[in-house]
């Protein structure tokens, strides 16, 4: 087990490369959910505010 | 094609592959860190240093199909001046810049034990810090203009034109004499690569590709609510600066 985590003289190098790895592809999950989650949170908002309701397209519905 | 270019089209298509993509992502990455850590031997020359590789490799190849993809969506964008084009292609550089980033970093990381450098500027990898600034130019192309659809057109035509830098960045290590080494499995005459280090780094290889599928829906599917957002915003804006009882100027504010 220690062997495996010496990586023969090499540790710092294949360690600090899979972590750099890690983080950035965690990184990028948790940035992108959080983005999502906050943009639907709006839109949400947005539609519950609208009078009458969800709407899907506007409000072209009382044009003519 | 044209059928997917419907956002509503191109939802229903999203929600059936995310759970997979996803899926898939993880047994790969899983399968993948298993042969790459335990169950791959250490390379003759470069030793333990070769799991490197694992995690550089797939960086690099997917920081250049992520470039890819993001030129043909530009393309696109500009030809058929499809609102989803330009969205996949808004969605994907900041995935890019991060590879790109990754690539480099654990470049550096295997480059100091085994070149005795951390850094040396030779064509590959010069080339790979300019697919960097690239990503990182069309981010910046896209949120630099009060009109939106101005930096679109602008950060497709930096995505178009900086895709020469994909071939270069593929066949600089024949192109010029440099202390990368040569490409040694997408080559004429087949991988020169022992299957027991090709099986980890195609499993690696395909689950981030997966991973960036996943990522990449995640993204699409906030950009369409977030142009929802402002479409919303306008139309509720438009409202208020509407003098009461006249409901004729409603077209176009959606």
Request: aromatic fraction near 12%; charge should be positive; include cysteine.
């Amino acid at each position: 087990m220690a062997d495996f985590f010496h990586m023969g003289g090499y540790a710092f190098y294949v360690w600090a490369s899979y972590a750099v790895t890690a983080l950035v592809m965690v990184g990028l999950v948790v940035a992108s959910l959080r983005g999502r989650r906050r943009t639907e949170a709006q839109l949400r908002l947005l539609q519950e505010a609208m009078p009458g309701g969800r709407r899907r397209r506007g409000r072209d519905g009382n044009e003519a | 094609m044209h059928r997917f270019a419907n956002p509503a089209q191109f939802l229903r298509l999203a929600n059936v592959i995310q759970p997979w993509a996803l899926a898939v992502t993880v047994a790969l990455l899983a399968l993948g860190l298993y042969f790459a850590l335990f169950a791959s031997p250490a390379d003759y020359q470069q030793g333990e240093t070769v799991r490197i590789m694992y995690v550089h490799v797939p960086s690099a190849w997917l920081a250049l199909f992520i470039y890819t993809s993001m030129a043909v969506a530009s393309g696109m964008a500009l030809v058929w001046k499809h609102p989803l084009a330009d969205i996949i292609a808004k969605a994907s550089s900041p995935i890019g810049a991060s590879f790109t980033f990754v690539c480099l970093l654990t470049g550096a990381l295997w480059g100091k034990p085994m070149w005795g450098t951390w850094w040396e500027w030779d064509a590959r990898l010069t080339a790979m810090l300019v697919l960097f600034f690239l990503y990182l130019g069309h981010m910046a192309l896209l949120n630099a203009f009060d009109d939106a659809t101005r930096g679109q057109r602008a950060a497709a035509v930096l995505a178009l034109a900086g895709f020469v830098n994909v071939p270069i960045i593929k066949f600089s290590v024949d192109w010029w004499n440099t202390l990368h080494q040569p490409a040694s499995v997408v080559k004429m005459g087949g991988p020169a690569i022992h299957s027991s280090m090709l099986l980890p780094l195609m499993l690696m290889a395909v689950g981030f590709t997966t991973f960036f599928v996943w990522l990449l829906l995640v993204r699409v599917r906030t950009e369409l609510a977030a142009a929802k957002v402002r479409a919303m915003r306008m139309a509720q804006v438009h409202e208020a600066a509407r003098p009461a009882g006249g409901a004729a100027e409603q077209r176009g504010t959606v």
